[in-house]
């Protein structure tokens, strides 16, 4: 069956280290791959997916995320976290024509 | 000018009312969702329009019914309000022009907190 899982309810880092939020999926097929953000009390926001092409996919708000197919495998990187990136982090899978799934959702934590 | 625009953005009824909530996109999108958000923060889509036409009807009471009169807007009208329907509902648009393909970025309106007595 297809889905998609974020191991982790929560991330706390401190401000200007390295934040990584995971997401693992499965899926019959090629995957499609997004991540949203989410601010309290707003709508999610896009930013960056995964098509097809190069494994690492460059977003908004200095993100990152790397495909890996082989770990099946979309997790959220940046190199230097800040206190205004404390939010809620969805990964999503999209596949076939027209379906697709969001996690759990990861809350991330920046402090000073 | 906001993208995906919703209203209202608090609803607080009774059980057993009739409620509706607007949505309206100013993207030239072809296809709009309704997702829902519960307490635990999980989403799940409802329902996705194409051009006016139904192509995601995914497991909800049919006490829930979307009405899409142009393709700009997409609203939702849930009848028998009932305690289990409290929670943040999500209106969403994508380019899709050949229906709600699994490539496309979602824009995400703000969000309508309903609040069921």
């Known amino acids: 069956a297809q889905s998609v899982a974020q191991p982790e309810d929560q991330v706390n880092v401190a401000e200007g280290n390295p934040l990584t939020v995971k997401c693992t999926y499965s899926v019959s097929g090629n995957p499609y791959l997004f991540w949203y953000v989410q601010y309290p009390n707003r709508g999610l926001q896009f930013l960056l997916k995964y098509i097809t092409g190069d494994n690492l996919v460059k977003g908004s708000y200095g993100f990152e995320a790397e495909f890996n197919k082989s770990q099946t495998s979309f997790h959220l990187k940046k190199p230097s976290a800040l206190v205004s990136d404390s939010a809620l982090y969805f990964c999503?899978?999209?596949?076939?024509?027209?379906?697709?799934?969001f996690g759990s959702g990861t809350k991330l934590n920046v402090k000073p | 000018d906001t993208a995906v625009s919703q209203t209202p953005k608090y609803l607080v009824t009774q059980m057993g009312n009739d409620k509706s909530i607007k949505c309206e996109q100013n993207l030239g999108h072809d296809t709009m969702y309704w997702y829902k958000q519960d307490s635990k923060k999980f989403l799940k889509i409802m329902f996705s329009?194409?051009?006016?036409?139904?192509?995601i009807n995914e497991t909800v009471p049919n006490r829930f019914s979307p009405k899409s009169p142009d393709k700009a807007h997409l609203n939702l009208h849930i009848n028998s309000l009932e305690l289990g329907d409290s929670a943040v509902y999500f209106c969403a648009s994508s380019q899709g022009p050949s229906g709600a393909s699994s490539t496309d970025t979602q824009y995400f309106g703000p969000g309508t907190r309903l609040t069921v007595l």
């Open positions: 329009y194409n051009n006016k036409e139904l192509i």
């Open positions: 999503a899978l999209g596949y076939n024509f027209n379906k697709f799934y």
